[in-house]
């Protein structure tokens, strides 16, 4: 997704010992960028080792959880949604997104609030690959289309994707 950037060196007696070790890391350290989110960090999960370079996998992201205690504010309200969907090239994913409104939101509001956010989500994930989903959620152009769709039922102070992880496709056995 990034591109072949080195993300650190850790130290190791046999390679087979870093696969499956998790690496987090801000989108600017991996870029080398300043990016206007700087309260974003990638989790990157070690899959392939060969000699001496470790290949890694996209595994989600998460928002730092003082910024997102710093956006909640009294006589406010906070929506908060989470489901699961599947991309366009067939992964699937946990999305968690939290919207701040400016004052507080009636209980019907709050469910249209929730209700956009989640069609917004859904329908960009079925449109869009894997890559070019992450890349819409890292540089916040899915939270400001939510944003821009939600302002209209309610004052919105801020959206953001607080949360991206693969989810585990479960299949249901029959008679269970």
């Known amino acids: 997704m990034f591109g072949d950037v080195?993300?650190?060196?850790?130290?190791?007696?046999?390679?087979?010992?870093?696969?499956?070790?998790r690496v987090e890391m801000t989108v600017d350290e991996l870029t080398g960028?300043?990016?206007?989110?700087?309260?974003?960090?990638?989790?990157?999960?070690?899959?392939?080792?060969?000699?001496?370079?470790?290949?890694t996998r996209f595994i989600g992201h998460k928002v730092d959880g003082d910024y997102l205690r710093s956006l909640a504010r009294k006589r406010s309200s906070k929506v908060d949604s989470n489901i699961d969907v599947v991309t366009k090239d067939g992964e699937n994913l946990r999305v968690k997104s939290s919207s701040f409104t400016l004052k507080k939101a009636s209980e019907s509001q709050i469910r249209q609030i929730r209700k956009i956010m989640e069609e917004v989500i859904r329908s960009r994930a079925g449109s869009l690959e894997l890559n070019k989903y992450l890349h819409e959620i890292i540089l916040?152009?899915?939270?400001?289309?939510?944003?821009?769709?939600?302002?209209?039922?309610?004052?919105?102070?801020?959206?953001?994707?607080?949360?991206?992880?693969?989810?585990v496709a479960t299949a249901i056995a029959p008679g269970a």
């Open 6 to 21: 080195k993300a650190g060196e850790t130290v190791a007696d046999s390679p087979e010992k870093l696969i499956g070790r």
């Open 33 to 55: 960028r300043l990016i206007k989110n700087t309260n974003l960090k990638l989790v990157l999960e070690i899959d392939e080792v060969d000699h001496n370079k470790a290949h």
């Open 140 to 167: 916040g152009k899915l939270s400001s289309d939510i944003y821009k769709v939600a302002k209209k039922v309610y004052s919105v102070r801020r959206v953001e994707i607080t949360k991206t992880e693969r989810a």
